[in-house]
């Protein structure tokens, strides 16, 4: 399978703990995304990456959120402290970035949701 | 913030009709993208059209941008019901960056 994947599917924690998440673009794709989709809403922007570098980050993401892309490749999001307010489905996409107006596909992976009891 | 705003929230019909979703924005964009969800599932392209375009086409699917009145169709021919799902407009421009911003949604479900 080439497209976006997605570790694990499927997260219940308790309370305070930590959890992690792993996205595994496209393997030819340099920009990586996360976005947050709760029940019944489209999905709402956390952060993205530029190869490594992360240009830009929402503030929805608190500073109890890291993102990290050491190598430009993979990435994982880390919640710390969760709270029942983080349940959700954490959606990665990636694309490969153009120029100017050259319309970029987003691929999304099958997303990992987050339940905090 | 919501940069897209699609109408109606929901849409029945029956299987064989058309289906046509609508999408507005407020500001201008490079592109408008489509994407489909099934429940519990992740986000499937469906289509992008760039702010030059007016129309295009894939299979069942003919999409349309009006940049003047800033909103954008997705109308889905002889539906089945396995096209059951939410249906998401997406947007990226100056404004917003390189980032995608959604709206809320359409959720069709077509009948057999």
């Known amino acids: 399978d080439t497209g976006v994947s997605q570790d694990p599917r499927h997260k219940i924690t308790k309370r305070g703990q930590n959890v992690t998440f792993r996205c595994d673009p496209i393997s030819e794709h340099n920009r990586l995304y996360w976005y947050r989709q709760t029940l019944g809403q489209g999905p709402e922007f956390l952060t993205y990456f530029q190869n490594e570098a992360q240009l830009e980050k929402s503030r929805l993401l608190s500073d109890r959120f890291s993102a990290e892309r050491p190598k430009g490749s993979f990435s994982t999001l880390e919640i710390q402290r969760t709270e029942q307010g983080d349940s959700a489905m954490y959606l990665c996409?990636?694309?490969?970035?153009?120029?100017?107006?050259?319309?970029?596909?987003?691929?999304f992976g099958e997303g990992s949701w987050l339940t905090v009891v | 913030s919501q940069q897209g705003e699609e109408d109606p929230q929901a849409l029945s019909i029956q299987e064989g009709e058309n289906a046509t979703m609508n999408c507005s924005y407020k500001t201008s964009i490079n592109n408008l993208q489509w994407y489909r969800q099934n429940s519990g599932r992740g986000l499937v392209h469906l289509i992008l059209i760039r702010s030059n375009e007016r129309e295009k086409h894939s299979g069942r699917l003919r999409v349309t941008l009006d940049t003047s009145k800033k909103s954008s169709s997705l109308l889905i021919t002889a539906s089945r019901a396995a096209d059951t799902a939410s249906y998401f407009c997406a947007t990226d421009g100056v404004e917003y960056g390189n980032k995608l911003v959604f709206g809320a949604g359409t959720i069709l479900r077509v009948k057999s």
């Open positions: 996409a990636s694309s490969q970035a153009g120029t100017g107006n050259s319309g970029n596909t987003i691929y």
